[in-house]
């Protein structure tokens, strides 16, 4: 082949000098010429192979030195191959290079949380009943949150829900605060709308308490407010029975308790079965096999006249009931700050639900 030729040692290296030009001169622009380079110098049947089958031709005395010579050539060539590779690399051609079968790095996929998860399936199940979804402000004036709601300035029921003022009420200015209920958006639909309504009102509302596994200083709401002729104590009943067996199952038992509300006569306040030790007693249900779960009431006159509704010819019914413990009992949470502290630990049990 190309060294047969060769007849001695100065021809010999003369060759390789020759070929080290020509390494060093060459340019590679595709993955295909870098092949060619491969192939042509370091392929199996490739020049350095071949020039160093020569080594058998040179005299012994030359051996060492001329080895020397051959191995510095060889690593010439395979220098260049890399450095043609890594060209490559740094071009657009990096696809040649990158490895589509590794496995590619996880991305961290959140999760919902479990209040949303909550509220959402109770607007779903209100949906289907043909409750249409209201929202409101989270700071509110007093008339909506409290006036409009038959709760007038220095009624003792205003003690109920401690309240945090964003800006008390002065001699032309009415009191601004943070909604402690969402009653305050049924307010404001009544206000702009007609009946028939059927609204529910979900929303983060506000309590002036001292945070503890019980109690928080927000929390979150769904009210409802439904108001048509002739609606009766039997719809509230039937609605709210059918809200608990779609939440919780068709097993679940309800009872209802006489209470107070200022914006409703009667009230009632609802109890269902303790879902955590199905009745027998634990610390959730306090050993009495019942939790409250929400309050409701035929709506009073008075808010219906506060909003030119004629109360000789609608009635209404309200409900008011907190996701926290909805969710409490949905999920066994037992400390109420877990909602509110974004802790993975916590938020990643819920993956799945
Ligand atoms: N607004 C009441 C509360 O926050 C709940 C409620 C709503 C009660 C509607 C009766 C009717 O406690």
Same mark, same amino acid.
């Given at each position: 082949m190309v060294f047969a030729y060769i007849r001695n040692m100065e021809q010999l290296l003369q060759q390789i000098e020759a070929m080290k030009a020509e390494i060093a001169a060459t340019v590679a622009t595709t993955p295909e010429? *870098? /092949?060619?380079f491969r192939i042509k110098y370091l392929g199996t049947k490739g020049l350095v192979k071949e020039i160093m089958g020569e080594m058998k031709n040179v005299p012994n005395e030359q051996k060492k030195e001329f080895g020397q010579i051959l191995n510095a050539f060889k690593m010439m060539a395979e220098e260049k191959m890399q450095?043609?590779?890594?060209?490559?690399?740094?071009?657009?051609?990096?696809?040649?290079?990158?490895?589509?079968?590794?496995?590619?790095d996880p991305v961290a996929v959140g999760t919902r949380h479990p209040l949303n998860l909550v509220r959402n399936q109770m607007v779903s199940i209100f949906k289907r009943l043909g409750f249409a979804v209201a929202e409101g402000p989270e700071v509110e004036d007093d008339w909506h +949150?409290?006036?409009?709601? +038959?709760? %007038?300035?220095?009624?003792?029921?205003?003690?109920?829900?401690?309240?945090?003022? *964003?800006? /008390?009420?002065?001699? +032309?200015n009415a009191a601004w605060l943070l909604r402690t209920h969402t009653s305050s958006v049924q307010a404001r639909v009544m206000e702009t709308q007609k009946p028939p309504i059927r609204v529910i009102c979900p929303g983060r509302v506000y309590r002036n308490e001292t945070i503890s596994a019980r109690a928080h200083c927000f929390f979150h709401q769904v009210e409802g407010l439904y108001i048509d002729e002739n609606v009766s104590f039997a719809d509230l009943k039937q609605?709210?029975?059918?809200?608990v067996q779609e939440m919780f199952g068709k097993d679940v038992k309800v009872r209802f308790r006489p209470s107070y509300f200022?914006?409703?006569?009667?009230?009632? /306040?609802?109890d269902i079965s303790c879902q955590i030790c199905a009745g027998k007693g634990c610390n959730i249900c306090k050993h009495t096999g019942w939790v409250e779960i929400l309050g409701s009431g035929m709506v009073h006159p008075k808010v219906l006249e506060n909003f030119?509704?004629? %109360?000789?010819k609608y009635t209404g019914f309200a409900f008011g009931m907190g996701v926290e413990r909805i969710a409490q009992l949905k999920y066994q949470v037992n400390d109420l700050r877990l909602y509110s502290q974004n802790d993975l630990r916590f938020l990643e049990q819920f993956k799945s639900v």
């Open positions: 010429q *870098v /092949e060619q450095q043609l590779q890594s060209a490559l690399g740094d071009s657009d051609e990096q696809s040649a290079k990158f490895d589509f079968t590794l496995p590619g +949150n409290f006036g409009a709601m +038959n709760l %007038p300035e220095d009624h003792p029921a205003r003690d109920m829900q401690d309240t945090f003022y *964003v800006q /008390e009420a002065s001699e +032309n609605t709210l029975y059918f809200f200022p914006f409703t006569e009667p009230s009632a /306040e609802m030119g509704i004629d %109360p000789e």
